[in-house]
């Protein structure tokens, strides 16, 4: 695996606005290669946690409270969409990630993960398929296909972004339900874990633990805190991550098939307290971060950008960040990150996800109870 970068402080700038961002208006934004606009697309939205665009370019948004919501071009809301699972939203849980299956042209899949109630208080992250309805209007056929075991009392950690890879398989990040974080490195539960199952929820078939007494199948890697960004690579197909760290220690990682990645025995960051975590920042078997961030910035959202409209951010990956209220840009060559640019941090938002459109520009939620789509585009 590659050598843990450092890069937190190297390259950074931070953007200058030249207006305020007004409920109604967009803001002109320098950053370091480009000046762009940032525009309002959809408003009202209350917590949006995860984006998806539909092939027809329309885009659906998930809402943590349970609702999700189809967004015209004009950025007007449809009503929330029947059908959806009851969702346990209390804590950092509730309906979280949304991803448009490969197929939808033919069969019209969503998939979504969400906080669900397994009863006596407990509750996990679970992934639900359904269709939507050509009215746009629903769901129909929803099924639960996959549940995180086990499930916990605890409200917090619970990942989780939803990637198809390039054979139609889904990816699932699956947090360590926080006061549980050492069961992160135990194999014989999903704790902590990336999942990587079939579109039916049974483990893919290339996955490293298939007939392992005492490991679950699911599994893909392991030793994860909380993954809140997670995309393909856009050359080598690779699962790529952004995953909160304590204080400090955010790190992006690629995770590999059979890979332990470390939580919570090595760790770039500090308990909340103040308190040494684990062993300290290496240990022989566990693999390095290929970047981290110290002081943190609560990453959540990730895209690599390959579009025509910012030419000079082609291979960059765009992180968004709560705690930090910015757009990370990080430059990359290969497997290696070599720069960072921090931006949109005069705007004041938790940026809760980062997509590419269709259209090359660059799409934002903000994580408020009156949330937003932002759009980035170049400035004219």
């Avoid at 407990?122 to 269709?131: K, Y």
């Avoid at 298939?210 to 490991?215: A, C, D, I």
Wanted: charge should be positive; charged fraction near 25%; hydrophobic fraction near 35%.
């Amino acid at each position: 695996m590659m050598t843990s970068i450092r890069l937190a402080l190297i390259g950074t700038l931070a953007c200058t606005a030249l207006s305020p961002l007004a409920a109604q208006d967009s803001q002109r934004v320098r950053t370091d290669k480009v000046e762009v606009v940032v525009e309002t697309v959809a408003r009202d939205l209350q917590n949006p946690w995860g984006l998806a665009f539909l092939p027809d370019g329309r885009m659906l948004v998930t809402e943590k409270a349970g609702r999700l919501r189809l967004v015209a071009a004009d950025g007007k809301l449809s009503e929330p969409l029947t059908g959806l699972p009851k969702v346990a939203a209390r804590g950092q849980g509730g309906l979280l990630d949304i991803a448009v299956s490969p197929t939808f042209a033919r069969d019209r899949r969503l998939f979504v993960s969400f906080a669900e109630d397994r009863g006596e208080g407990r509750s996990g992250t679970s992934v639900a398929r359904m269709r939507l309805n050509e009215a746009g209007t629903g769901v129909t056929d929803t099924a639960v296909i996959f549940r995180q075991e086990p499930p916990h009392t605890g409200g917090n950690h619970w990942g989780s972004r939803l990637v198809f890879d390039r054979d139609g398989n889904l990816f699932v990040t699956l947090g360590d339900r926080f006061d549980l974080r050492d069961q992160a490195q135990n194999p014989a539960n999903l704790l902590g874990k990336v999942a990587h199952i079939t579109p039916d929820g049974k483990p893919a078939p290339n996955n490293p633990y298939l007939n392992r007494q005492g490991t679950r199948p699911e599994i893909w890697s392991m030793g994860h805190r909380n993954v809140q960004g997670a995309a393909l690579h856009p050359t080598t197909g690779q699962l790529w991550t952004a995953e909160h760290g304590a204080r400090g220690g955010d790190e992006i990682n690629i995770p590999q098939k059979g890979k332990n990645y470390g939580w919570p025995v090595i760790s770039y960051g500090v308990d909340y307290s103040g308190a040494k975590i684990g062993e300290g920042t290496a240990k022989a078997g566990l693999e390095q971060p290929v970047y981290y961030w110290d002081p943190s910035i609560a990453p959540s959202g990730l895209a690599f950008y390959t579009g025509d409209k910012f030419p000079a951010w082609k291979g960059s990956i765009l992180v968004g960040a709560l705690a930090g209220k910015l757009v990370s840009r990080l430059e990359t060559s290969g497997d290696k990150i070599t720069g960072e640019e921090r931006m949109l941090q005069t705007i004041g938002e938790r940026f809760r996800d980062v997509r590419q459109g269709p259209d090359g520009y660059v799409y934002l939620l903000t994580d408020s109870a009156q949330g937003r789509i932002l759009r980035m585009r170049p400035a004219d």
